[in-house]
C-alpha cells in the first residue's frame, strides 16, 4: 500500500544552519505530495506542496522536489530561524479520499 | 483567509460516554475529512465524507464512531462510547475538489479518563 518514510527526529541545528529534512514515499499511480508543519500547540499547516514530477514546491524559504526517479520529496532550507521549530510531516494523497502522512520529525533551532 | 474552525478545543470525558466533536470548513469547500494524532505518533486518517455519504474510512472508523453534516456549515464526528485509546488529538480538513489541497483546522484535543 502506500507509505511515507521519514527522516527521525529530534533534529536540533543552529540558527542559520542549513536544513535537509529526508522523506521517501511507497505509492501506486502519480501521487500529490506534501510537506506539513505542526508548530507547538497548534494545528497541521500546508507547507508546501508538489503534483507532478519535476515539480518543486516552495514557501517562506523551504523547497521540496518531486523526484520520481528516487521516490523522494526532501525538504531543504538554507538558513532556518529559531521561528522554524516545529514538527514537519511529509505527506502524499494519492486516491480522492485521504492523505496518508510520515511520522513526522521535529525541529529545534538553537539561537 | 478563510479557515476551518473547530470546537471545543479540548475536552475531557469519562470512559463509556458518548462525544460529538465539531467542525466548521470553508464555505465553498465539498470534502470534509476527519484525521486524529495520538501523542507522539503520526496523523492517521479515519473518513472523508462526500456528497452526504462517507466516501472512504478507514480501519479505526469502526461502528463506534458516525459523522453527519447535520446542516449547511457544520461537519461533526460522534464517538458514541469512549474508550481510554479514544484520547488524540482530532483534526477536521476540507477541500474543495478529491486530490487537492486539504485544510486542517486546528484541531480538539480529547482525553478519556
Known amino acids: 500500500g502506500n507509505s511515507v518514510t521519514q527522516m527521525e527526529g529530534p533534529v536540533t541545528l543552529s540558527e542559520e544552519a542549513f536544513l535537509t529534512i529526508n522523506c521517501t514515499y511507497t505509492?501506486?499511480?502519480?501521487?500529490?505530495l506534501f510537506w506539513y508543519v505542526q508548530y507547538p500547540g497548534e494545528g497541521l499547516q500546508l507547507l508546501l506542496k508538489?503534483?507532478?514530477?519535476?515539480d518543486k514546491g516552495s514557501n517562506k524559504g523551504f523547497e521540496a522536489t518531486y523526484r520520481k526517479e528516487t521516490t523522494s520529496f526532501h525538504l531543504e532550507k538554507g538558513s532556518v530561524q529559531v521561528s522554524d521549530s516545529a514538527v514537519y510531516f511529509c505527506?502524499?494523497?494519492?486516491?480522492?479520499?485521504?492523505?496518508?502522512f510520515g511520522s513526522g520529525t521535529r525541529l529545534s533551532i538553537r539561537p | 483567509e478563510p479557515e476551518v474552525t473547530q470546537t471545543p478545543s479540548h475536552q475531557v470525558t469519562q470512559m463509556g460516554q458518548e462525544v460529538i466533536l465539531r467542525c466548521v470548513p470553508i464555505?465553498?469547500?465539498?470534502?470534509f475529512y476527519w484525521y486524529r494524532q495520538i501523542l507522539g505518533q503520526k496523523v492517521e486518517f479515519l473518513v472523508s465524507?462526500?456528497?452526504?455519504?462517507?466516501?472512504?474510512k478507514s480501519e479505526i472508523f469502526d461502528d463506534q464512531f458516525s459523522v453527519e453534516r447535520p446542516d449547511g456549515s457544520n461537519f461533526t464526528l460522534k464517538i458514541r462510547s469512549t474508550k481510554l485509546e479514544d484520547s488524540a488529538m482530532y483534526f477536521c480538513?476540507?477541500?474543495?475538489?478529491?486530490?487537492?489541497?486539504?485544510?486542517f483546522g486546528p484541531g480538539t484535543r480529547l482525553l478519556v479518563l
Open positions: 480538513a476540507s477541500s474543495d475538489r478529491a486530490r487537492e489541497t486539504q485544510y
Open positions: 505509492a501506486t499511480g502519480y501521487p500529490s
Open positions: 508538489a503534483t507532478k514530477a519535476d
Open positions: 505527506a502524499l494523497t494519492s486516491s480522492a479520499s485521504k492523505i496518508i
Open positions: 464555505s465553498n469547500h465539498l470534502y
Open positions: 465524507f462526500y456528497n452526504n455519504e462517507i466516501s472512504e
